[in-house]
């Protein structure tokens, strides 16, 4: 982390280096990096077999020289394809480079888009009339690869022969300009009924576009397609576009293309890259006026668009005509987005699901789905984007969406929920224009911090799309944090060169954290430059205290130039001179109010917890008195622990394996314990499920306070806190009714041994509780010991005072650790306040 004076933090580097603010290496690496590939590609041509010309290239085609050579497909289609790709890579850099040269020189055209590009407005289908083809292999955002027929593919294979006129007549990527894509569809199919005109036209009524994203989801897709074609509304089209699936999501599709040959359906096969990209290589090719995108695995109410139709005609301006969601399978409830939609409340977290129909003018000034933002949150990256246009908003009041819950949890979901706070501070990032900069500042340190996992889905992501400007700011970021400065630069220079004039404000970002890498650095004349564009486009307290800092350091040196130090800062608040004055502007703001809500929030909880478990004893208290204390000893109660074998000593005795089961292992012992043995669970993946199960009859003739206590290890164990990997009880009552899933769960991150601890106070008697060791929803190993279910009123009377309740092989009490307080056998953290 490196920050300025005050709430800027700055680490110092030894050994400055001379020279001034030339050209350098680094600044020379996007050139490299264009030549590289422009080099790898004429090879590739020049060494590579040339396809024969009359299309199907069997084997053993010669090149007419008796030399039998390798076929197209021996050549590795796959290999050719991302070779194209990268040639349009390497031709978008060269132009934004290019371009930005041109800018600096005043003779740029504004009008460009995303990196790789023209941003081209195009006219919809229904009024052009124009038509164009599909055959090349993309680009860029803005589709500069996409004229011209590409990389040299013969046509593309259809499901149906056609007369007349091409069938792709949507420019690909016309609503996609800010963002770059894997590229053109390796394959596509289509029903003939796609290629007529709707009755009346596109814009006689409101025309659906829905891009279906879909990804090893083949078992849903049926049910899904179905919800689309089963719709009361017959004006709309379905684009499928498989992501490059290792199931048979793509004959599943196909099959359910030719099953419904009157339905306006096309198929797109591609490589691989992600939800964003899939979407975004499908909206090249819709005619819709409305967009909507559907996961292959939820579904459509029937009606939706019949309701959104009569809303949009009654309101030719509404732009977002969102739903009531039903959950379903794993979770059952509905959700009608109460808070409703407006641009402070979007910033702060996401209101609407995907599939929410939104106009095609809105998608075409957002300019597609970020598909560089690890782990997920395109779509909340997209209301964001779409806020600043302040869209209308129309609601239809009923069941629109089904959102499928799946059981367990995929590695993506779980990855999304571990890193969800560093993933959010990236596309905060995104959007300099809706957070103030104490938020933003509080992002970059958080994002500093990456986990290597994150960091290795960033590169993934940068090997895919780099021409994207933000990844390389984020690895600049976790760069700074291991000291790795000139990495930093070079990223962020990279940056900037792939950041468009439509988005120079984001570049105060890039310019500010270079500001203080070549401070650090001792390099000043590269250090003044870079806050000055950063006070360019934006001004706040920390701009200004490094910009003065610099300043007055530069001030009197050999060579400085006053000219660079136009708008110099020549006052000095006083709240400069407090750093405690300073901190309190900053939790002034509505960003300081809130992350500090963030933190009162999660300490209520913890004094919530401590509370209840405190009203609990004293209730036991006041009605079950402890006996008095003789010569310093509490009377012999004997084994009060309900559990049969609760420390596994007995091997498995009385425990019934749950799922996979368990093991009994020689294990460390806890400290403090002589426990050699413990229970242990191992899952190989987070659809796996391991544990043990006892039965506790409690017979209890009232209702009555029960302790739960357990204590457990995690061996690599990923995933977040939650009921999976917990001590787990269903709770059957007296009168034969049932509680399900109380749990007290475990922290999976821990490494060392942790406890958890709760009182059990049911208005009802308890006959009995299923008491599981419960591990499932994730994937490694863990250890369970030390179980332990006991009547409160007992447990509260079993120690002395100065020592709390904690049964292992050895003892049944333990001295109270010092920065506690162990009151009638249980113990309390007396700093646990708000």
């Not at 024969?52 to 197209?72: C, K, R, W």
Request: proline fraction near 6%.
């Amino acid at each position: 982390m490196m920050r300025g004076v005050g709430a800027t933090r700055h680490t110092q580097v030894g050994g400055g280096r001379n020279g001034g603010s030339g050209i350098t290496c680094r600044g020379m690496l996007p050139w490299f990096v264009a030549f590289h590939l422009l080099a790898s590609f004429y090879i590739f041509n020049y060494l590579a077999p040339k396809p024969s010309l009359s299309g199907a290239g069997h084997e053993g085609d010669t090149a007419g020289s008796g030399v039998a050579f390798p076929s197209l497909a021996d050549a590795g289609r796959e290999q050719i394809s991302q070779l194209t790709a990268q040639l349009a890579m390497a031709r978008g850099t060269i132009e934004s480079l290019a371009r930005r040269g041109a800018e600096a020189a005043g003779g740029a055209p504004s009008d460009w888009g995303g990196v790789g590009g023209a941003q081209q407005r195009q006219q919809h289908p229904a009024t052009s009339g124009q038509r164009a083809t599909a055959a090349g292999t993309g680009g860029g955002p803005g589709g500069g690869g996409g004229g011209g027929g590409g990389g040299g593919r013969g046509p593309l294979p259809h499901a149906h022969a056609h007369a007349g006129p091409s069938a792709y007549d949507v420019k690909p990527h016309a609503l996609v300009w800010n963002y770059q894509t894997t590229g053109e569809p390796l394959e596509i199919k289509e029903n003939p009924a796609i290629l007529r005109e709707p009755e009346g036209g596109y814009n006689a009524r409101p025309f659906f576009s829905i891009v279906m994203a879909a990804y090893n989801q083949g078992k849903f897709i049926d049910e899904t397609v179905k919800s689309v074609v089963g719709q009361s509304y017959e004006r709309w089209e379905l684009i499928i576009v498989n992501d490059g699936s290792k199931d048979d999501s793509w004959q599943r599709a196909t099959a359910l293309m030719e099953k419904f040959p009157k339905r306006r359906i096309r198929l797109l096969n591609k490589r691989n890259g992600g939800l964003a990209d899939a979407r975004n290589v499908g909206l090249g090719f819709v005619k819709g006026t409305w967009l909507c995108m559907l996961d292959s695995d939820d579904l459509l109410g029937r009606d939706y668009l019949h309701r959104a139709a009569d809303l949009i005609e009654e309101d030719a301006n509404v732009d977002i005509v969102p739903g009531c969601m039903r959950n379903f399978d794993a979770v059952s409830s509905d959700w009608c987005f109460p808070e409703g939609f407006s641009i402070v409340g979007i910033s702060h977290w996401n209101k609407f699901h995907a599939s929410v129909l939104v106009n095609r003018r809105l998608m075409e000034k957002v300019g597609g789905y970020d598909p560089a933002i690890p782990w997920g949150l395109e779509d909340w990256n997209f209301w964001l984007r779409s806020s600043v246009h302040n869209p209308i908003v129309r609601f239809v009041p009923e069941i629109t969406f089904f959102y499928r819950h799946h059981q367990g949890t995929s590695m993506r979901k779980k990855m999304f929920a571990l890193y969800l706070d560093q993933t959010k501070a990236m596309v905060r990032t995104n959007h300099v224009e809706l957070y103030e900069p104490v938020q933003l500042l509080a992002d970059h340190e958080l994002i500093e911090q990456m986990h290597p996992d994150t960091a290795a889905a960033l590169e993934g992501k940068m090997r895919k799309f780099p021409l994207q400007p933000m990844p390389y700011f984020w690895r600049s970021l976790a760069r700074t944090r291991a000291m790795q400065y000139e990495e930093a630069i070079e990223d962020l220079q990279m940056a900037l060169n792939l950041t468009s004039s439509a988005n120079a404000r984001m570049s105060w970002q890039f310019n500010y954290r270079l500001a203080l890498l070549y401070e650090a650095l001792e390099e000043l004349p590269e250090a003044r430059t870079a806050i000055n564009r950063a006070f360019h486009h934006v001004y706040f307290n920390e701009i200004l205290v490094v910009k003065q800092r610099i300043e007055a350091a530069l001030k009197g040196k050999p060579g400085n130039d006053p000219q660079l130090s136009e708008h110099a800062v020549l006052a000095t608040p006083s709240y400069w001179a407090s750093e405690t004055e300073q901190q309190a502007i900053r939790d002034d703001t509505l960003a300081g109010k809130l992350m500090r809500h963030t933190t009162v929030q999660a300490s209520l909880a913890g004094v919530a917890a401590q509370q209840e478990r405190m009203m609990v004893l004293l209730t036991v208290a006041t009605k079950h008195p402890c006996p008095p204390v003789k010569g310093g000893q509490r009377p012999d109660q004997g084994n009060i622990n309900l559990v049969s074998n609760p420390h596994f000593e007995a091997s498995k005795d009385y425990w019934n394996p749950f799922g996979t089961g368990f093991e009994v292992e020689a294990v460390p012992a806890r400290t403090g314990t002589n426990a050699a043995l413990s229970a242990k669970m191992t899952n190989a993946n987070e659809d796996a499920v391991s544990g043990a199960m006892q039965v506790i009859h409690l017979r209890q003739e009232e209702a009555a306070p029960v302790l739960l206590r357990a204590w457990s290890k995690a061996l690599k164990v990923g995933g977040v806190r939650d009921s999976g990997y917990s001590l787990y009880v269903d709770i059957n009552y007296v009168d034969d009714s049932h509680d399900w899933g109380f749990h007290l769960p475990f922290d999976p991150s821990a490494h060392g041994w942790q406890a958890v601890t709760a009182f059990l106070a049911k208005s009802k008697p308890i006959a009995s509780l299923d008491v599981y060791c419960m591990f499932r929803g994730h994937e490694g190993a863990v250890l369970f010991d030390d179980v332990t279910v006991s009547a409160a009123a007992k447990a509260q009377c079993q120690c002395r005072d100065g020592e709390h309740f904690d049964p292992s092989p050895s003892r049944a009490c333990v001295t109270c650790p010092k920065d506690r307080v162990c009151v009638l056998s249980s113990v309390f953290d007396p700093m646990l306040r708000l």
